[in-house]
């Protein structure tokens, strides 16, 4: 029996260690391990190309796709790995579709200074904002918000804090940590957009690949179950998570253009 007491403390005691490991490596690590940026993919003379100071001075790169007989701006936040010139292709296409489109690359993506984090990309997106209300003429109302994979942390969070029009998230997950644990085993995680999206009043559209194999698609089905009506489901059957645009880019773009017409959440 004292030997089988031994056993359970080391164990329990070993347990606990490697708890205590896994949480300071998640603070540690996580910032880095969610983002990743690569080498700019687009030129300085970019048109539509801004640069707006954050508020610390941090100069942020900012697209700005005008369309006069708009009545909407689309404010898109990009994948990881992924910069504005990454999401050019599809901007256009909203813009063509009748839209106005707005973009930022988040710091050291891009031509964006600073190294990106959680509360950076919050912080930067009002600052985004403040500028595009002062000098755009764009209000919060007039908003359509579409989140891409790690773009979706920003876009629920700004669809929560502000009175948009709606949100569409494309590949997303319910939480950072939970695309590698499947579960929350850590007292924080990043990005907790499942805990989050019940607070959105404003119509809700989410797409996801059935064969995404970086956010596995129960990530997109749990959220849709969390969010709280008007909300549409748009499961693209075979995508994958960087093919999704390939396999389904005009179908996204008439999508998302259909459900803009949408009315609000009472």
């Excluded at 790169?61 to 708009?70: K, M, R, W």
């Excluded at 898109?76 to 010139?85: K, Q, S, T, V």
């Excluded at 990309?121 to 891409?148: Q, S």
Aim: hydrophobic letters at 50%.
């Amino acid at each position: 029996m004292k030997l089988l007491r031994k056993l359970l403390w080391r164990s329990g005691r070993f347990l606990l260690l490697l708890y205590a490991g896994l949480a300071l490596f998640g603070c540690v690590a996580a910032e880095r391990m969610i983002f990743q940026p690569q080498p700019a993919s687009y030129r300085a003379d970019l048109p539509g190309l801004l640069t707006v100071p954050a508020a610390d001075g941090t100069p942020l790169a900012v697209l700005h796709l005008p369309n006069p007989a708009a009545r909407h701006t689309i404010v898109y936040f990009h994948g990881n790995a992924e910069d504005l010139g990454d999401g050019l292709p599809l901007l256009r296409e909203l813009q063509a579709a009748g839209f106005a489109a707005l973009a930022f690359d988040y710091r050291g993506y891009g031509r964006s200074g600073g190294k990106a984090s959680e509360e950076n990309v919050y912080a930067d997106t009002r600052a985004v904002l403040a500028y595009a209300r002062a000098k755009l003429g764009v209000t919060p109302e007039r908003l359509f918000v579409v989140g891409r994979s790690v773009g979706g942390g920003p876009a629920v969070e700004l669809a929560v804090r502000e009175p948009v029009a709606g949100l569409a998230l494309i590949s997303p997950f319910t939480s950072a940590f939970r695309v590698m644990t499947h579960v929350k085993i850590l007292p924080f995680d990043r990005f907790d957009n499942l805990a989050k999206i019940g607070g959105v009043r404003a119509p809700i559209l989410i797409f996801h690949g059935t064969a995404d194999e970086v956010v596995p698609f129960w990530h997109g089905q749990a959220l849709f179950a969390a969010a709280p009506e008007p909300k549409i489901s748009s499961w693209i059957d075979g995508a994958g998570h960087n093919d999704i645009f390939e396999v389904a880019g005009d179908r996204i773009v008439r999508e998302l253009k259909s459900w803009a017409a949408l009315p609000a959440r009472p």
